[in-house]
T-cell receptor, first 115, second 114 residues
Framework: NAGVTQTPKFQVLKTGQSMTLQCAQDMNHNSMYWYRQDPGMGLRLIYYSASEGTTDKGEVPNGYNVSRLNKREFSLRLESAAPSQTSVYFC??????????????FGPGTRLTVL | LAKTTQPISMDSYEGQEVNITCSHNNIATNDYITWYQQFPSQGPRFIIQGYKTKVTNEVASLFIPADRKSSTLSLPRVSLSDTAVYYCLVGDSQNTGTASKLTFGTGTRLQVTL
C-alpha cells in the first residue's frame, strides 16, 4: 500500500496563477482532509470530505476549492494564488467519520511558494 | 473540539524519559485524547490515543488523571530520532460534524541532544 500520495511535491507559482494539488489514498478510507502548515505553526484544516461528493469547510477555506472525485481522490484548487498561500499543504485520510478521534494518515506534503 | 494547551518547546538528553503535558480543561464526556508526532518535512503520524487512566504501546505511554483535564505523553529513553513536534488533540468520537473546529495547534517541539 502506498498510503496517501500527493502531487506535486514542490511548486512555484506567480501571483494570480491557478493550480490543483492532487491527493489519493489506497486504504479505502471514507474521510479525507486538506491542511496547510505555515512556518513554525501547527496544521490548520482547509477542507474536509466525509464521502464522494460531500465537502465541508475547515478553519481556513477562503481562497480554495476542493473536489472529492471519488472515494480515493481529493483535490485542492487555488484559483488565483496569492503570496499568503505560500505554505506546505498536507492531505490526510481516515477510515471513519469521527473526525475528532479517527486516526489520520498523512501524505508527504506539497511545498508551495507563491511569488 | 476542546481547546488544548501545550508547552511550546522542551529539551532532553538522549536516554532520558520525556513527559509532555497537555491541558484540556473543557474536555467533554465523549472526548478522546490523541497524540501525533511530526518530523521535519513530513506529515504527522499517530502515536497513541486514550480516554482515561493509562494507555501504553510500543512507542509511548499516555497518562490521563481521573478528572481528564490534562494528559501526559511519556516517551521512555528518548533518542536523537525522537526530535520532533508533538501534537495533542481532543475530539469527540460520536460527533461527525466538527471538522471546522479540528485543529492541531502549534504543538510541543522536542529537541533531543547527546
Amino acid at each position: 500500500n502506498a498510503g496517501v500520495t500527493q502531487t506535486p511535491k514542490f511548486q512555484v507559482l506567480k501571483t494570480g496563477q491557478s493550480m490543483t494539488l492532487q491527493c489519493a489514498q489506497d486504504m479505502n478510507h471514507n474521510s479525507m482532509y486538506w491542511y496547510r502548515q505555515d512556518p513554525g505553526m501547527g496544521l490548520r484544516l482547509i477542507y474536509y470530505s466525509a464521502s464522494e461528493g460531500t465537502t465541508d469547510k475547515g478553519e481556513v477555506p477562503n481562497g480554495y476549492n476542493v473536489s472529492r472525485l471519488n472515494k480515493r481522490e481529493f483535490s485542492l484548487r487555488l484559483e488565483s494564488a496569492a503570496p499568503s498561500q505560500t505554505s506546505v499543504y498536507f492531505c490526510a485520510s481516515s477510515e471513519g467519520l469521527a473526525v475528532g478521534t479517527d486516526t489520520q494518515y498523512f501524505g508527504p506534503g506539497t511545498r508551495l511558494t507563491v511569488l | 473540539l476542546a481547546k488544548t494547551t501545550q508547552p511550546i518547546s522542551m529539551d532532553s538528553y538522549e536516554g532520558q524519559e520525556v513527559n509532555i503535558t497537555c491541558s484540556h480543561n473543557n474536555i467533554a464526556t465523549n472526548d478522546y485524547i490523541t497524540w501525533y508526532q511530526q518530523f521535519p518535512s513530513q506529515g504527522p503520524r499517530f502515536i497513541i490515543q486514550g480516554y482515561k487512566t493509562k494507555v501504553t504501546n510500543e512507542v509511548a505511554s499516555l497518562f490521563i488523571p481521573a478528572d481528564r483535564k490534562s494528559s501526559t505523553l511519556s516517551l521512555p529513553r528518548v533518542s536523537l530520532s525522537d526530535t520532533a513536534v508533538y501534537y495533542c488533540l481532543v475530539g469527540d468520537s460520536q460527533n461527525t460534524g466538527t471538522a471546522s473546529k479540528l485543529t492541531f495547534g502549534t504543538g510541543t517541539r522536542l529537541q533531543v541532544t547527546l
